[in-house]
């Protein structure tokens, strides 16, 4: 079983859409869970940390949910340049490790 | 403001050949990470090192080497390269929090 699973998507969704992501991790003792942006050919850039109490970051939502090992993103009112794949991140404390999911793969429509 | 500096961005090998991946971070990181990323995989951990003077295997070690030469370098080596080495390889630092990513080298053996 994998660490950290994604539905790869793509998502297609016109401008202005709101779309949410969803993650799971296999591992209860994960500590640290993170959404990362990753634009065609380039390295992944981090786009938000996620806590236990929701955070959010203008038109980014993020929630976890420790009892169900979920993670999900939340964009609103969505941009041509929220265009990207979109990677789930778990980390442990042992080793200090990072666990990627796949990816979402996002594009928005004019 | 460099961050996470690898070098080179590009490579071609002939099977057999080796070569060297250099990454250097300039934020003062303990911990440093070498993945490979394929299509429909995902990024996979090759190696990390939680600190200076330590290293371990990760999800897909095999046919790599690495040495933690100080706090700020961490490299990668391929003694005989092997066309399943073809991928984009990414190095990574982090702090207790998230990571950075370096820009990334793209390695086709042929």
């Known amino acids: 079983r994998k660490e950290v699973e994604q539905d790869p998507g793509p998502f297609n969704v016109p401008e202005g859409a709101t779309v949410a992501f969803n993650c799971t991790y296999s591992?209860?003792?994960?500590?640290?869970f993170f959404w990362y942006r990753q634009d065609c050919r380039k390295e992944p850039k981090l786009l938000m940390s996620?806590?236990?109490s929701g955070n959010e970051d203008g038109r980014f939502t993020a929630q976890l949910n420790r009892a169900s090992q979920y993670i999900s993103l939340l964009i609103r009112d969505s941009k041509l340049s929220d265009s990207a794949t979109y990677l789930c991140v778990v980390k442990t404390n042992t080793g200090n490790q990072f666990y990627f999911g796949t990816g979402t793969s996002l594009t928005v429509i004019p | 403001n460099a961050g996470v500096t690898q070098t080179p961005k590009f490579q071609v090998l002939k099977t057999g050949q080796s070569m060297t991946l250099q990454c250097a971070q300039d934020?003062?990181?303990?911990?440093m990470y070498w993945y490979r990323q394929d299509p429909g995989m995902g990024l996979r951990l090759i190696y990390y090192?939680?600190?200076?003077?330590?290293?371990d295997k990760g999800e897909v070690p095999n046919g790599y080497n690495v040495s933690r030469l100080n706090k700020r370098e961490f490299s990668l080596r391929l003694e005989s390269a092997a066309p399943s080495q073809t991928s984009v390889y990414f190095c990574?630092?982090?702090?207790?929090?998230?990571?950075?990513f370096g820009s990334g080298t793209r390695l086709t053996v042929v």
């Open positions: 090192s939680a600190s200076e003077g330590t290293t």
């Open positions: 990574a630092s982090s702090d207790w929090d998230s990571g950075t």
């Open positions: 591992n209860s003792a994960s500590q640290s």
């Open positions: 996620v806590y236990s």
């Open positions: 934020m003062n990181h303990n911990s």
